[in-house]
């Protein structure tokens, strides 16, 4: 759903280079979003194998990690499990702004505005189930782990963190000179 976090910490730029020899949580759904709006044709159409299902979410997948692994990032992907039932309004409202967008898109392909349709067609883009699936397995194939949340992904990818830095950066004494329970 995101949490805008401006008030609670102060935003840094980081380079990818940085990020070397470290694991990388990454929202799975996020990335096929983003794969799914930004990889397409000159009208918006997506990239397509010869039987018409859609492959950007494919091509976004490998490129990514392939930049990752030559950086020396171990990325870990967090797919989401069942929606909690507070974001069912906002499932139902991002339901509606795809329907309007495609609505648009129709429209403007039939105008021959191809630079709309394009712009419409990004907000079209909807994870199916073969994508989850394909993400899987493209995934296992490339040697990168990927977890199911049993809900927000978000959440998940939290708690793999805290539950790793809780196992390797143990404090040896507590603050009293004393060990830690």
Request: no cysteine; net charge positive; proline share 6%.
């Amino acid at each position: 759903m995101g949490v805008d976090l401006k008030g609670l910490v102060e935003p840094t730029k980081l380079s990818l280079e940085r990020l070397s020899g470290r694991v990388l949580a990454v929202d799975a759904y996020n990335a096929l979003y983003q794969f799914l709006a930004v990889i397409r044709g000159e009208t918006g159409e997506p990239l397509m194998d010869r039987h018409s299902r859609v492959t950007s979410h494919l091509s976004g997948l490998f490129y990514r990690n392939m930049n990752l692994l030559a950086l020396g990032i171990r990325p870990i992907y967090i797919l989401d499990g069942k929606p909690p039932s507070l974001k069912k309004v906002e499932i139902e409202r991002r339901k509606v702004v795809k329907e309007a967008a495609t609505v648009r898109y129709a429209e403007a392909l039939a105008k021959g505005d191809f630079a709309g349709a394009r712009k419409y067609a990004q907000a079209t883009s909807v994870v199916k189930d073969y994508m989850v699936d394909d993400t899987k397995r493209i995934l296992d194939l490339l040697g990168v782990p990927w977890v199911l949340a049993p809900s927000e992904g978000e959440a998940t990818a939290a708690h793999l963190t805290k539950t790793f830095l809780a196992l390797v950066i143990r404090p040896i004494y507590n603050h009293d000179g004393k060990p830690p329970i």
